[in-house]
């Protein structure tokens, strides 16, 4: 049951991610790419923090491995299977990889807190 909590909010971020990419895409590309990277940290790191409140027992490598994997994943079939143009006519690689990057480690930091957060409210 953990496992699908993570599965559902993990699609459920990278649903809102992809639906601003689309909103905001006529925005100029300097203005564009924080935003991009922010809302990535900011999406991934609140699924750590609910999954964590939710009770999920994953340690904070293995839930940051979990969903920056079905991140990844979902990003790649929906470039390569649904819409090729994705990544050909406004994302590189570059900034494609920075924010899975930035999310990993936002993800990481916030289960990580969480739970040092719960170890030291039982002391």
Do not use: C
């Not at 300097?30 to 991934?44: N, Q, R, S």
Request: aromatic share 22%; charged share 10%; net charge positive.
């Amino acid at each position: 049951m953990q496992f699908l909590f993570t599965i559902g909010g993990t699609i459920l971020a990278w649903v809102i991610v992809m639906g601003q990419f689309y909103v905001f895409t006529g925005i100029p590309r300097f203005l564009f790419y924080p935003w991009y990277y922010t809302l990535h940290v900011f999406a991934f790191a609140l699924i750590a923090q609910v999954a964590r409140k939710e009770g999920i027992s994953y340690s904070a490598v293995g839930l940051a491995v979990i969903i920056t994997g079905l991140r990844v994943s979902l990003d790649l079939f929906y470039g390569v299977f649904i819409n090729p143009a994705f990544g050909r006519d406004y994302l590189t690689t570059v900034h494609w990889i920075i924010p899975v990057i930035l999310s990993a480690f936002a993800i990481y930091l916030t289960a990580l807190f969480a739970q040092l957060k719960k170890f030291y409210e039982q002391q």
